[in-house]
């Protein structure tokens, strides 16, 4: 069996990161997170990967706060490569990449969503669903392609929402149930892209 090489790419506190070395260390996923990459210095997803021995860098964004300029991809691209990458791991992650990133990595690059897609893209899906007054939402992973939140959808878990919800009590049980599934459909697609 051959072990699959992640790459990582995260702007916030890197929970689903965790929940993948979880998986790891538990035996539910043959893979090694070989580099963890974010567009914010100050991410804790940065500090979290230092203290399990992974390299963790800054991708200079040039000051865009949306944007994700094409030099940036490119060297993204490029630090993924040599890092001896297979599949890349979106894990709140908050910019959209378009040809530079997709054609290193086509079909290699998967990305968690906190809902039931096509419900809710784009930002804080978690406030979108419980002032849309949703009675359900959920989390998705999928492909990534250059659209936001649009690639083919390869697992989805349903989350109920309570009426006395805020965003922030959706967000955190929606997390839980990002945990779970992440790292599950990481392994799933994994075998799918060995030899
Ligand atoms: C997660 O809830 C993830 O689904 C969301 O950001 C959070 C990151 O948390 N991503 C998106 O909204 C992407 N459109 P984490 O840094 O603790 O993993």
Redesign the pocket.
């Known amino acids: 069996m051959v072990m699959t090489n992640l790459g990582i790419l995260?702007s916030?506190?890197?929970?689903?990161?965790q929940a993948i070395l979880d998986a790891i260390a538990a035996g539910g996923l043959d893979a090694r997170i070989r580099i963890v990459l974010s567009d914010n210095p100050d991410a804790l997803?940065l500090e979290r990967a230092r203290k399990h021995g992974i390299p963790a860098e800054v991708i200079d964004c040039g000051g865009h706060r949306m944007k994700f300029p094409e030099v940036a991809q490119e060297t993204t691209a490029r630090k993924l490569a040599e890092a001896g990458v297979d599949l890349v791991c979106l894990?709140?992650f908050?910019r959209l990449m378009k040809r530079p990133l997709l054609d290193a990595f086509p079909f290699r690059i998967l990305?968690?969503?906190?809902s039931l897609l096509p419900a809710f893209p784009g930002?804080e899906?978690w406030k979108q669903a419980v002032e849309a007054g949703a009675s359900e939402s959920g989390v998705t992973v999928h492909l990534v392609d250059a659209g936001m939140?649009t690639g083919p959808i390869l697992g989805q878990e349903r989350v109920a929402i309570f009426p006395d919800d805020t965003p922030e009590s959706l967000?955190a049980r929606?997390?839980l149930a990002?945990h779970r599934l992440y790292p599950a459909m990481i392994a799933k697609y994994a075998t799918r892209l060995r030899p």
Do not use: Y
């Open positions: 995260g916030g506190a890197g929970s689903n990161m997803i894990a709140g908050m990305n968690i969503h906190p930002l899906a939140d967000h929606l997390q990002e």
